[in-house]
């Protein structure tokens, strides 16, 4: 499944490249360096380490379950700073079948 913002980077890339061939070298290095931003922000929200209660709002599971899945080897946490509380990235989130998407508060 190709994400909305995958397509919207191509398409402004795209359309850089057809500004840079008729001559608006500006525009196209300005289209570009959008793109790129974008890329990058989706990259750093999609990766981003949230605590196990922001885990389970956004996942649909509760933070309990989520914990179980963790010491059962079948989400990956991470710990920032190597110590403290566990993590989990965005990315790695199950998605609770039937669950709405939710955004964390």
């Known amino acids: 499944m190709v994400k909305p913002q995958t397509e919207l980077v191509t398409s402004w890339?795209?359309?850089?490249?057809?500004?840079?061939?008729?001559?608006?070298?500006?525009?196209?290095t300005l289209l570009r360096r959008c793109a790129d931003e974008l890329e990058n922000a989706w990259r750093v929200w999609w990766t981003q380490p949230l605590t196990v209660a922001s885990a389970a709002t956004e996942s649909g599971y509760t933070a309990d379950y989520l914990r179980q899945l963790v010491r059962?080897?079948?989400?990956?946490?991470?710990?920032?700073?190597?110590?403290?509380?566990?993590?989990?990235?965005?990315?790695?989130?199950?998605?609770?079948?039937?669950?709405?998407?939710r955004e964390a508060a």
């Open 72 to 101: 059962e080897g079948k989400v990956n946490p991470i710990r920032i700073h190597g110590t403290g509380p566990i993590h989990i990235r965005r990315c790695d989130l199950p998605k609770r079948p039937g669950a709405a998407i």
């Open 13 to 28: 890339r795209d359309r850089a490249a057809e500004y840079e061939r008729d001559g608006f070298t500006e525009p196209a």
